[in-house]
């Protein structure tokens, strides 16, 4: 079908985008990359929306290393991301990422601010960043604020921006020198929505274990993490599919969902040379 | 409602070398503006919401889903489309190859598959077979079954390279 828009109109900086947003009345839709938001528009899930492009802003692009953090700009394509010797060397976990998701023409467009503010559960990004103990960064009419991964996805499609407020920034630890970052996912055919999906990250710190595709938000896995601090494979695959909640659809039931996370954990814990129980 | 907002955009954008300006409806995407405003009808609008690939063309140097983006995004753009992209040449050895080894039957998804193609061609020389199929995972094509549009994919990247 064909998008309804309600008006469009291109932020020429950020304070004039959030001026933009706060003049909308309630009907402000940021735009970024748009293959989410255009898609839904075309399907008139979305309608009547009072566009604020955000696009053209520069400074809310590129990727840097500030002090012991990397700091990405909210419209950093994933393209771009996937090219990166930043990403790659700090935070390849992104990178790992970008090749699981839809395919090259999207990711040529979409930006990782786009994605993590869409907070589909499906998507990749929301539970890298999840994973990664990152913190968002936003800006409103108030000024700006920082948000957790573990506060920031509120429900399907919500997260914890307010009205009025732009994503401008992810900021993330510096991966350590023996850090490691892996994602897994099982999809039914490449650049498909995966079925579930892992993002395991282990630093000095402990493990942390993010999953995908399998409830109404990225999932931080504790009970696994847990059991994995221990070295506890088994356990931690009991774990994982206890404190899952993943949909049963077309593509695959909660059980074969809760199935394929365990699966994936186990390769995940073999690749990187654990015991096997 | 603030007047900031536009109903209708003002946009001027390369078209195949060519400067177009125009006044386009905010919601109106890529695709519809380059086929119903500048008979522009070889990439076509199928799906409508990014799985197809059937609307792909290039902006500013990266193949895109045409029904992914605004036509008022792309104020200031470069964009080229099949028929551009055959006018110069550009990529004439891989339509060629097209023919020679039956890559479509219809023709629905070739002005989308042949940006693709292009597209991963200039990424990478020489792609594995099996990395010219993922690339091409976000292109659908119902008549052939890909094989022959990876053979052709695969004589291409070995001709540029000198290799046949």
């Known amino acids: 079908?064909?998008?309804?828009?309600?008006?469009?109109?291109?932020?020429?900086?950020?304070?004039?985008?959030?001026?933009?947003?706060?003049?909308?009345?309630?009907?402000?839709?940021?735009?970024?990359?748009?293959?989410?938001?255009?898609?839904?528009?075309?399907?008139?899930?979305?309608?009547?929306?009072?566009?604020?492009?955000?696009?053209?802003?520069?400074?809310?692009?590129?990727?840097?290393?500030?002090?012991?953090?990397?700091?990405?700009?909210?419209?950093?394509?994933?393209?771009?991301?996937?090219?990166?010797?930043?990403?790659?060397?700090?935070?390849?976990?992104?990178?790992q990422a970008v090749n699981h998701i839809a395919h090259a023409a999207i990711r040529n467009r979409g930006t990782i601010g786009g994605a993590l503010a869409h907070a589909d559960p499906a998507a990749e990004f929301p539970a890298c960043v999840l994973a990664l103990d990152a913190v968002l960064h936003l800006e409103g009419p108030e000024g700006s604020r920082e948000v957790r991964a573990e506060d920031f996805f509120v429900d399907v499609f919500e997260t914890a921006i307010a009205e009025g407020e732009i994503l401008t920034a992810i900021s993330m630890p510096l991966a350590e020198p023996d850090e490691v970052q892996m994602l897994k996912e099982v999809a039914r055919r490449s650049g498909d929505y995966a079925l579930a999906g892992l993002c395991f990250v282990r630093r000095a710190g402990g493990v942390r274990l993010s999953v995908l595709g399998a409830g109404s938000t990225p999932l931080l896995a504790r009970a696994a993490m847990?059991?994995?601090?221990?070295?506890?494979?088994?356990?931690?695959?009991?774990?994982?599919?206890?404190?899952?909640?993943?949909?049963?659809?077309?593509q695959a039931t909660a059980a074969y969902r809760r199935h394929i996370a365990g699966v994936l954990l186990r390769r995940i814990w073999e690749e990187i040379g654990g015991e096997s129980a | 409602m603030s007047d900031v907002f536009r109903n209708k955009v003002d946009i001027t954008l390369t078209v195949n070398g060519e400067e177009v300006e125009a006044r386009v409806p905010a919601g109106r995407h890529l695709i519809d503006f380059l086929r119903l405003d500048l008979g522009l009808t070889g990439a076509h609008a199928s799906c409508e919401h990014g799985v197809c690939g059937a609307c792909t063309v290039k902006v500013d140097g990266d193949a895109v889903r045409g029904c992914?983006?605004?036509?008022?995004?792309?104020?200031?753009?470069?964009?080229?489309?099949?028929?551009?992209?055959?006018?110069?040449?550009?990529?004439?050895?891989?339509?060629?190859?097209?023919?020679?080894?039956?890559?479509?039957?219809?023709?629905f998804?070739?002005?989308?598959?042949?940006?693709?193609?292009?597209?991963?061609?200039?990424?990478?020389?020489?792609?594995?077979?099996?990395?010219?199929?993922?690339?091409?995972?976000?292109?659908?094509?119902?008549?052939?079954?890909?094989?022959?549009?990876?053979?052709?994919?695969?004589?291409?990247?070995?001709?540029?390279?000198?290799?046949?």
């Open chain 1, 1 to 95: 079908m064909k998008a309804s828009a309600g008006g469009y109109a291109r932020a020429r900086d950020l304070s004039h985008a959030l001026d933009l947003l706060a003049d909308a009345d309630g009907m402000g839709r940021v735009l970024a990359g748009g293959q989410s938001l255009i898609a839904a528009m075309n399907m008139r899930l979305s309608t009547g929306d009072m566009l604020v492009d955000i696009s053209r802003i520069s400074d809310l692009s590129g990727v840097s290393v500030q002090g012991r953090r990397l700091r990405i700009g909210a419209l950093t394509r994933h393209a771009e991301l996937g090219r990166d010797a930043l990403i790659a060397r700090h935070a390849p976990l992104l990178a």
């Open chain 1, 226 to 250: 847990a059991r994995l601090d221990m070295e506890d494979i088994g356990g931690a695959v009991a774990a994982l599919r206890g404190e899952l909640n993943p949909p049963s659809d077309t």
């Open chain 2, 68 to 107: 992914l983006m605004l036509a008022a995004q792309a104020d200031g753009a470069e964009v080229w489309t099949i028929e551009g992209m055959s006018d110069t040449g550009a990529i004439r050895d891989l339509q060629d190859a097209f023919v020679t080894r039956n890559a479509l039957q219809c023709g």
């Open chain 2, 109 to 164: 998804c070739t002005p989308g598959m042949l940006v693709a193609c292009e597209e991963l061609l200039t990424r990478d020389a020489l792609p594995e077979r099996d990395e010219i199929r993922d690339y091409l995972s976000g292109n659908y094509c119902r008549c052939t079954g890909y094989e022959a549009i990876v053979d052709a994919v695969e004589d291409v990247a070995k001709a540029r390279r000198g290799l046949t």
